[in-house]
């Protein structure tokens, strides 16, 4: 019965996939790339939703019109193929049910979402969660939603409204000449209805999380971000109780400032929840539909998309190994392609030959004297070569400052530059300091740069600055042990106790090793008792 059923799985999934839907397409927008193996019609409408989305959250947000001061490299690029079940294995956490996910860094924002859901053939089930299911666009909607928050708004999210704000636009459509806003995401249907609403527990989450933590933060996060959202007498609230966040109000304070009787709120979620959702119809600013430049991989691109792929998800020592032959015979097979070039010096990266990944460099610029990624592969290799051979880093500096000139609106050169100085124990002049202001302006969702930033403010003496750099960071990671830690330490620093959080905040040198295991967030206090506040907050190498 089971090589019959594993017999049939297969059969179902060949008939299901029309030959056309095999190929691997690449589609430019204003905002994305996709790489997409899908109908090239399918793949165009997918770009165009996304660009829609870009434009509702610009409409909502207040952040107005694209002013074109975003550089190349913040284009979020989008892997979109497959299955749901196959984004949980990319994951490394196969049948945990994730259903894509989101990479943002200064090198590059990526994106794994699946082309449609899981291909199901048990019918005992079939009905019974019909409709429930997560949408695959969903995912990167809601994913989309955090990283243009962080690009656009340097504000406190408490982990309940960042969710649940990113649950509104995940359901949007698109109707006529306008979006259509804040549909119910059935899949939170039974976070939203089964779980007991606790408002206060919402505002103030356990530090500890318990088992309904995440009904309250994404489905019950829905409800509440919905409520006040589409309530136009609540909506200014959420300004008010952000601004209070900001200012070092606690949580449950700050709710009660902002929103009133908190109990009243929690019957007005009660109420909404057993009625209809609220919905806002706004019109397109641009009645054209998003220009789309798509085209279908060349044989080389789509040879290398596998690597591409592991590599961008992130590898550990022993899939970087694995990776080595193919990645060898990709560049002997496409000698002349600088996609492939640019691939394989990564994977050699991945294994620390920095020789091999600096050579294949020299030779993807060779062919493309244009090609920034090339150029910045160098002084990565020059960076962690230096480590070992204190000469290599005036030589990484060097080559940043040429990636800077090739793109002078790419982080990665700048606060490379900028780490050059640190790194180094130099004092960084003022090009170093406006330069790694620059990287954050570019790429305020990365957490290096982010960290690296309000470091260099404390050193200066700067710490209102400092703090509404942190604030987002504690506020989103409440009850992770590295947002406890900076809660704390920066709490220390006020006092007078400098060095912890300068010494977990001071970048370390990327090619270091780690010399001792972190604990790991959340651990359970020691035997004898309740471990005191800061009493996990030992030396630290680990970033928010």
């Known amino acids: 019965m089971r090589l019959f059923a594993k017999i049939l799985a297969a059969f179902a999934a060949l008939v299901a996939v029309p030959a056309h839907a095999a190929d691997w397409f690449l589609a430019e927008t204003d905002h994305f790339k996709i790489y997409s193996r899908d109908s090239k019609s399918s793949t165009e409408e997918f770009a165009q939703d996304l660009e829609r989305l870009d434009e509702v959250l610009r409409i909502i947000s207040g952040v107005g019109p694209d002013d074109g001061s975003l550089p190349p490299s913040s284009k979020v690029i989008v892997f979109r193929f497959g299955e749901t079940r196959d984004m949980a294995v990319l994951a490394g956490q196969p049948g945990s049910g994730i259903g894509g996910f ?38 990167l909607f809601h994913e989309y939603v955090h990283y243009f928050m962080f690009q656009h708004r340097n504000a406190p999210y408490p982990a309940w409204y960042r969710e649940g704000f990113a649950e509104v636009f995940s359901t949007l459509r698109s109707e006529g000449n306008r979006f259509v806003i ?24 356990p530090a500890k999380p318990d088992r309904e933590t995440g009904a309250r933060t994404y489905g019950h996060g829905w409800l509440l971000a919905s409520l006040l959202n589409f309530t136009p007498e609540r909506r200014p609230q959420i300004t008010d109780y952000v601004t209070r966040l900001a200012r070092g109000e606690g949580r449950l304070e700050a709710a009660k400032a902002a ?8 019957k007005e979620m009660d109420s909404y929840r057993r009625g209809s959702a609220k919905v806002l119809k706004v019109p397109y600013m641009n009645a054209e539909k998003p220009k789309v430049a798509i085209r279908q991989l060349g044989a080389d691109e789509e040879a290398r998309i596998d690597l591409m792929i592991e590599s961008k998800v992130g590898v550990d020592e022993k899939a970087a190994a694995k990776q080595l032959p193919k990645a060898r015979a990709l560049a002997e097979q496409f000698p002349q392609s600088v996609p492939v070039l640019l691939a394989a010096a990564e994977v050699e990266f991945d294994n620390k030959n920095y020789a091999e990944a600096e050579a294949l460099s020299n030779k993807a610029l060779a062919i493309d004297p244009k090609s920034t990624e090339a150029a910045i592969n160098l002084a990565n ?33 700048l606060y490379g530059y900028y780490l050059t100085y640190l790194l180094a124990g130099e004092e960084a002049p003022d090009s170093a300091k406006n330069a790694l202001e620059g990287a954050y302006q570019y790429a305020p969702f990365d957490t290096g740069i982010r960290q690296a930033l309000t470091h260099m403010f ?32 920066l709490d220390l620093f006020e006092k007078g106790d400098k060095e912890p959080l300068l010494k977990r905040l001071k970048p370390k040198h990327p090619a270091a090793d780690e010399k001792k295991e972190e604990p790991k967030d959340d651990a359970e206090p020691a035997a004898d008792g309740e471990a005191t506040e800061g009493s996990d907050c030992g030396e630290s190498t680990e970033t928010a």
């Not at 710490?463 to 406890?484: C, D």
């Open 102 to 139: 989101f990479i943002p860094r200064a090198s590059g924002s990526y994106a794994f979402v699946p082309r449609r859901q899981n291909v199901t053939y048990d019918r005992s089930n079939q009905d019974r969660f019909s409709g429930l299911e997560l949408e695959p666009k969903a995912v």
């Open 381 to 413: 290799t020059s960076l962690m070569r230096s480590l070992d051979d204190k000469a290599m880093m005036a030589q990484a500096r060097e080559r940043f400052i040429a990636a800077n000139n090739m793109e002078n609106d790419h982080p990665v050169p």
């Open 182 to 205: 804040g549909d119910a995401p059935t899949w939170r249907s039974l976070e939203i209805m089964a779980v007991n609403l606790d408002i206060e527990k919402m505002m103030d989450p």
């Open 259 to 266: 929103f009133g009787d908190l109990d009243q709120l929690e």
């Open 458 to 489: 404390l050193l200066e003496g700067e710490i209102g600055i400092a703090k509404s750099l942190l604030n987002p960071l504690i506020q989103t990671g409440h009850g992770t042990r590295v947002a406890r830690c900076l809660a704390y330490e």
